[in-house]
């Protein structure tokens, strides 16, 4: 659909990793003409392939997030003349911008659908960045429209499996968060084992989040919400905010969204969960 490097591909990670379980199914629905205008021009600047090769430099991935020069560009553009000092030895100058940007939280969001929520609240937190990975096209497409017509330049795309970014290619205790609103279900018992928050999922994701990361998890299928409760809360790595141990009032932070609509609308009860790793 798109050239190499010009937009989201098909199977980034490739034959690279082995073929297992997938909690998701790639949907290819139809891309409008002005998701793929977006695709094409804010791919290469703010959307990323999960192709599980190489580790990402956050900083570098949000270099211009907080409104800063990429350190590269500052360093090569024309500086005025200053008088000069003696150097110190054992000194180095800083890079204010590079500075900044490691202070922020980083926050990773698995499944974003169209992106309405994941804008709204990267409007509402301008000093958190948010690494938003989906493998739908019109979504990511979408996604990046909504954050140009915004001005919101503390988001990133990334297009492929998650499991993949959170094993290879991101450091430890690199996020100050991890959501996951709304995953597929999988209601069928024979299906149960492709739904994402597992014991191996959480064991997968405590190794990029830090101490004291808040995980916050939301959906509108009873049994798979009290799964989740279960699996989170007999994991070591995990501790509830909730004092009596149970579900959490929803967050002012996440936005009601068209899917959360539809399913109150058939009398399903949304369900949230905050953890915090420990």
């Known amino acids: ?30 891309v409008t003409a002005g998701q793929r205008a977006a695709l094409r021009r804010l791919w290469p600047k703010w959307g990323f392939d999960i192709d599980g090769r190489h580790r990402i430099d956050l900083a570098e991935l949000f270099s211009d997030a907080d409104g800063s020069e ?9 500086r005025p003349e200053t008088p000069e000092t003696p150097d110190t030895p054992g000194t180095s100058v800083e890079r204010p911008g590079r500075q900044r940007r490691e202070e922020r939280p980083v926050v990773l969001e698995i499944g974003f659908g169209m992106g309405e929520a994941t804008a709204e609240m990267a409007a ?24 140009e017509e915004r001005g919101l330049t503390n988001i990133r795309v990334g297009n492929g499996d998650a499991i993949i970014l ?45 101490s004291g990361a808040l995980v916050h ?21 995990y501790e509830n905010t909730q ?14 969204t068209r899917f959360e609509g539809q399913g109150l609308e058939k009398g399903h009860k949304v369900r949230d969960l905050l953890f915090r790793r420990v």
Not at 243 to 256: C, E, K, N, V, Y
């Open 1 to 30: 659909m798109f050239p190499d490097g010009t937009g989201p591909s098909a199977d980034p990670a490739g034959s690279h990793h082995e073929r297992r379980i997938r909690s998701f199914q790639p949907r290819r629905s139809r």
């Open 243 to 256: 004092l009596d141990g149970g579900f959490a009032p929803r967050p002012a932070i996440r936005p009601r």
């Open 70 to 78: 990429p350190p590269e560009r500052a360093e090569t553009r024309e």
């Open 166 to 210: 959170l094993r290879e290619m991101l450091a430890p205790e690199c996020l100050s968060g991890l959501r996951v609103y709304f995953p597929d279900p999988w209601p069928k018992k024979r299906h149960h084992k492709r739904r994402l928050i597992q014991h191996e999922f959480l064991d997968l994701a405590a190794g990029p989040l830090r």
């Open 217 to 237: 998890c939301a959906t509108d299928w009873e049994p798979y919400a009290e799964q989740m409760l279960d699996v989170f809360s007999g994991h070591p790595s």
């Open 124 to 147: 509402a937190e301008p000093d958190t960045d948010l690494l938003a990975v989906d493998v739908h096209t019109p979504g990511q497409g979408n996604l990046l429209r909504l954050a």
